[in-house]
């Protein structure tokens, strides 16, 4: 169980900060931690999700980008904290590579903890670290094909980029393309439900994406591995997927044993349930962005 809330408002507009303020979390809880992380960031740790958190959604997943002023932002902040890391369903090389996360002084103490921390790259040295793929993931990868075209919905302009092959590690379904999204989300999803489990491997739905990988590979497992390695005693956490919610529930957990926090939620209309535990809702990766540029401000102001 998490720390207690205090009585917030029942609606959570989303705030972005003004030139050298940083927006107050709606919860004590959060706002323990925003106080904790400005008092304290040599003991404190920030980790971010990549889509839609650091980068906009679009259609195909390969023209993602960090959104403009992020890494700037990163590059200024992360040299006061403890350590950063990105935290992704994506492989580790990919959100480098997207992010443009190896182009940047300053980012010495960033991780990318890519395929839910499956694999793992670190700034100060350049080193990618990788175990072996889940064989199912070969297995379903042959097989979907013919899942999709059972389905009657594998057609249209979106077939070209509706199968995301996750570096061997995971795949991805996405129907943002379709004629109805909705719709084809929901009528993949027991398909490739079954798919998933006559190969041991789970299905993780996010925002009009099925993504097939193995199971024991969550955002919130590789969050509380890495802040117990870092030591910090204060964390934030910024997603914006259900597939964040087990980072927010390790950070609930790691509150409720004596570790301050803030959870951040990057705000979109396609997805409510983070914003009901968030500490603080941002406009997007926008107001992620801002959130990070006025972090930056106030420890550089000292």
């Excluded at 070969?138 to 249209?156: C, I, R």
């Excluded at 910024?238 to 087990?246: H, M």
């Excluded at 927010?248 to 409510?272: M, N």
């Excluded at 535990?277 to 801002?290: E, H, S």
Aim: net charge negative; with cysteine.
């Amino acid at each position: 169980m998490g720390s207690p809330r205090n009585s917030a408002p029942q609606s959570h507009p989303t705030q972005e900060p003004g030139p050298g303020s940083v927006p107050a979390p709606d919860t004590a809880a959060g706002r323990d931690g925003l106080a904790a992380l400005l008092a304290h960031p040599e003991r404190s740790v920030i980790a971010l999700d990549f889509d839609g958190t650091l980068a906009d959604i679009v259609p195909d997943p390969e023209q993602a980008r960090a959104h403009e002023g992020a890494v700037a932002a990163l590059g200024r902040l992360v040299p006061h904290l403890r350590a950063a890391a990105v935290i992704t369903g994506r492989p580790a090389a990919v959100a480098v590579r997207l992010g443009g996360f190896d182009s940047v002084s300053g980012l010495d103490h960033l991780t990318v903890l890519g395929h839910y921390g499956a694999e793992r790259w670190e700034a100060a040295t350049g080193a990618l670290h990788a175990p072996p793929p889940h064989p199912g993931i070969a297995a379903v990868q042959a097989e979907l094909p013919g899942v999709l075209d059972a389905s009657g919905v594998w057609h249209g302009t979106w077939i070209e980029t509706a199968v995301e092959r996750k570096g061997g590690r995971a795949i991805a379904v996405h129907t943002r393309r379709a004629t109805d999204p909705q719709a084809a989300f929901d009528q993949l999803r027991g398909p490739l439900t079954g798919l998933a489990e006559r190969h041991g491997l789970i299905v993780e739905p996010g925002r009009y994406v099925l993504e097939l990988r193995p199971p024991g590979m969550d955002k919130g497992v590789a969050l509380a591995d890495w802040i117990r390695e870092t030591g910090a005693s204060t964390a934030l956490y910024a997603g914006d997927d259900l597939g964040d919610l087990a980072a927010f529930a390790a950070v609930e957990k790691l509150r409720s044993d004596g570790l301050t926090g803030v959870l951040v939620c990057s705000g979109s209309d396609e997805v409510t349930a983070l914003a009901d535990r968030a500490d603080l809702v941002v406009d997007g990766p926008a107001g992620v962005v801002a959130l990070l540029g006025a972090l930056a401000d106030r420890l550089t102001a000292g």
